[in-house]
C-alpha cells in the first residue's frame, strides 16, 4: 500500500513548476495520493519552509513522504538529504536548513544522503536547477509507492551534521520574557513568536489578565501597549488587541478581524524584538 505524498515549494502555481513535480509522481506510480502543504512560501525563505512543516508534519499519518524544495543553493554542493523523523515520517529536501524546526522540535531518528545516481529521473542528468522535479520529487514518488525502501535512497549520514539555522532563544529577564517573531500567520496577519507557552506562563498571567507588550525592531519600538491575555479571538472586541497560544503552543499577538502585521508594519525576524510582562496598571 502507498504513502501519502505533500509537496511543498517556494515555486507557487503561477507557472507548470508544481504540475511538473505531480507529473513526475504520477509517472512513477499512478495510484499515488498526492496533497499540498503550500507552494507559497516566499522566494529562498528556508526558514519559512522550516517553520510550515513543524506546523503540519505530525498532524499526518505517520510514514507520509513530505518533500519540500526551497532551494536557493539548487546546484550547489549543498545536500540532498532525506530523514526519517521520531514521530516516523519521511522528509526529503536540500540540506540547507529546511529541517531545522523539525529537527528541534520533534527530532530525526535516521538520516540519508539521496543517492542522485539511483534516485534520479531517468534522462536528466543534464538538468542542475529543478531538482525539486529530477530528484525530490522522483526519489519521494518511488519512496512513497514502496518502490524503495528508506535503506535506498543511498548512504546514512550523522544526523547532528543536518544543517540548522541560527535560533534565538527567548530571555527571562526579572518578570519580563523576551523573544522574537518568528513568522506571521500570513492570511490573519497575526504575529507568533518563539516563547512557548510553558516559558509564558512564568509570569503568572490568567486567561483575562493584562499584559503589557513591546515590539523592537532593532533599536526603534513600533509598538507598546497594555493588552489582553484570553483563550480565544472571541474573548475580546472585534478591532481589539490580544495575547493568545496559537496552534503551536506558542504566544502569538493578533487583532480581532484585522492584521496587527498590517496596522503597525511589523514582520517577522530575528531583529524584531517582542517583549511580555505582567501589567501593574490597567490600560
Known amino acids: 500500500m502507498s504513502r501519502l505524498l505533500i509537496f511543498q515549494s517556494d515555486f507557487g502555481i503561477a507557472d507548470g513548476a508544481v504540475s511538473a513535480m505531480y507529473g513526475v509522481a504520477y509517472s512513477v506510480c499512478p495510484d499515488l495520493k498526492i496533497c499540498d502543504l503550500t507552494h507559497e512560501i516566499p522566494q529562498y525563505n528556508i526558514w519559512e519552509a522550516s517553520y510550515r512543516l513543524i506546523q503540519t508534519v505530525h498532524y499526518w499519518p505517520r510514514e507520509s513522504v513530505f518533500v519540500s524544495v526551497v532551494d536557493p543553493g539548487v546546484g550547489s554542493t549543498r545536500r540532498s538529504i532525506a530523514v526519517r523523523t521520531n514521530s516516523g515520517h519521511y522528509i526529503i529536501t536540500p540540506d540547507n536548513g529546511t529541517l531545522t524546526h523539525v529537527k528541534r522540535m520533534i527530532g530525526i531518528a535516521e538520516a540519508r544522503e539521496i543517492d542522485e545516481e539511483k534516485n534520479r529521473l531517468p534522462s536528466s542528468s543534464d538538468s542542475y536547477t529543478f531538482h525539486g522535479r529530477d530528484i525530490y ?70 486567561y483575562g489578565g493584562r499584559v503589557e507588550i513591546s515590539i523592537i525592531n532593532d533599536t526603534r519600538e513600533v509598538y507598546r501597549n497594555i493588552i489582553r491575555y484570553v483563550k480565544s479571538f472571541a474573548d475580546v472586541y472585534i478591532g481589539e488587541p490580544l495575547v493568545y497560544v496559537n496552534s503551536l503552543d506558542y504566544i502569538a499577538v493578533a487583532i480581532n478581524q484585522g492584521s496587527f502585521s498590517r496596522a503597525y508594519n511589523v514582520s517577522p525576524g530575528s531583529n524584531w524584538k517582542i517583549s511580555f510582562k505582567k501589567a501593574t496598571t490597567l490600560p
Open 137 to 206: 520529487a522522483y526519489a519521494g514518488a518511488r519512496l512513497a509507492a514502496g518502490f524503495i525502501r528508506f535503506e535506498d535512497i543511498g548512504p546514512v549520514i550523522d544526523v547532528h551534521s543536518v544543517v540548522e539555522l541560527p535560533v534565538t532563544e527567548p530571555v527571562i529577564d526579572g518578570d519580563t520574557i523576551t523573544g522574537t517573531i518568528d513568522i506571521l500567520d500570513v492570511r490573519f496577519g497575526s504575529l507568533w513568536t518563539n516563547i512557548s507557552k510553558e516559558q509564558f506562563r512564568a509570569l503568572e498571567i490568567p
